[in-house]
């Protein structure tokens, strides 16, 4: 059965490669809303499943079937969602928001058969402690253009890691895939076993 990766994000592709899958990349294009209100982990399951449905339901009008992955990776600063910065002015303001303070961030995935329907989403938290920055060390690293196309306005694999001095969880969800749970789910629900 051919795998797919729903994303268009290339660390994403770069730690499906890593687990020794063999796949396939195609971009969904779900709207990703967020509705207030709703719990970290509820949102970015859903989001996740979004994507996941949208390639499929591409992947099934031809005439296909695969296997498609799907994720969605946000940071809950005290109780509030932050996505990807819109702005230069909101990544400085989002890392404002971090700075010296643990974090959570949220990776969730689904995994879905075309062929059967059978459909798993899950999430995983990691906790991540940021040291105190300066108003200029957070204009210095805006201006490298790293925060912008990730959550929380960071990227931990880049200079972002010179704000973390603590983590506490997989440090690849982080980067946006949990990939030691991805490959548990994998084999236990859908036979596809990494480390054969
Ligand atoms: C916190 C953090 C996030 N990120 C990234 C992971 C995700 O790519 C991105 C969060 O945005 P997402 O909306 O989860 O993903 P995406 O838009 O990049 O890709 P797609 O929707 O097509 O799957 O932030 C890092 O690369 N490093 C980090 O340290």
């Known amino acids: 059965m051919e795998i797919i990766l729903a994303s268009g994000s290339p660390r994403r592709k770069e730690l499906l490669g890593a687990m020794g ?5 195609r971009t969904s294009c779900a709207d990703e809303t967020i509705e207030e209100g709703l719990p970290p982990f509820f949102v970015v399951e859903q989001l996740s499943l979004l994507k ?18 799907g994720a969605d990776t946000i940071v809950v600063s005290e109780g509030t969602i932050l996505t990807k910065p819109s702005d230069e002015e909101d990544a400085k303001a989002i890392l404002s928001a971090l700075a010296g303070k643990w974090h959570s961030v949220l990776t969730g995935v689904t995994v879905m058969n075309t062929k059967n329907a059978k459909s798993e989403s899950f999430y ?9 920055l300066t108003k200029e060390q957070i204009d210095a690293y805006v201006k490298t253009g790293e925060p912008m196309d990730k959550a929380g306005a960071y990227g931990i694999q880049g200079r972002g890691a010179l704000f973390v001095d603590k983590l506490d969880g997989d440090y690849f969800n982080v980067v946006g895939l949990p990939v030691c749970k991805l490959a548990q789910v994998l084999k236990a629900e859908f036979d596809i076993d990494c480390m054969a």
């Open 21 to 25: 899958l063999t796949f396939s990349v």
């Open 52 to 69: 996941a449905s949208s390639v499929a339901s591409i992947v099934k009008s031809e005439g296909k079937e695969a296997v498609i992955i």
């Open 124 to 132: 995983v938290e990691t906790k991540v402690h940021f040291i105190a």
